[in-house]
Nanobody, 117 residues
Framework: QVQLVESGGGLVQAGGSLRLSCAPS?????????MAWYRQAPGAQRELVAS???????YYADFSLGRFMISKDNAKDTQYLQMNNLQPEDTGIYYC??????????WGQGTQVTISE
């Protein structure tokens, strides 16, 4: 079964930046329609951060608009999330998600992002 492998989380001070990456453990045989990033803060529900379609159309949650940028490498089915001006409220576990043309969802294991004051 295909797993998504994330990297790039860590601990940074407020105002800093991080870049998350996510790639499949092996090639996904069907076309990927949408790639997305979600996050889950302690005690909160998982929420959508940003998404990008196969045609490059992007969506950002209000809190990520203007600070975060989602991108992808189609040839590698790899997605990225550049996060700038990070704040303590951005602390949480960040998950990548890919949905293929058959509606199947693939998830990463999550990577911890911690922002200190």
């Amino acid at each position: 079964q295909v797993q998504l492998v994330e990297s790039g989380g860590g601990l940074v001070q407020a105002g800093g930046s991080l870049r998350l990456s996510c790639a499949p453990s092996r090639r996904i045989s069907t076309i990927i329609n949408t790639m997305a990033w979600y996050r889950q803060a302690p005690g909160a529900q998982r929420e959508l951060v940003a998404s990008i379609t196969s045609l490059g159309r992007t969506y950002y949650a209000d809190f990520s608009l203007g600070r975060f940028m989602i991108s992808k490498d189609n040839a590698k089915d790899t997605q990225y999330l550049q996060m700038n001006n990070l704040q303590p409220e951005d602390t949480g576990i960040y998950y990548c998600n890919q949905r293929d043309a058959l509606g199947r969802d693939y998830w990463g294991q999550g990577t911890q992002v911690t922002i200190s004051e």
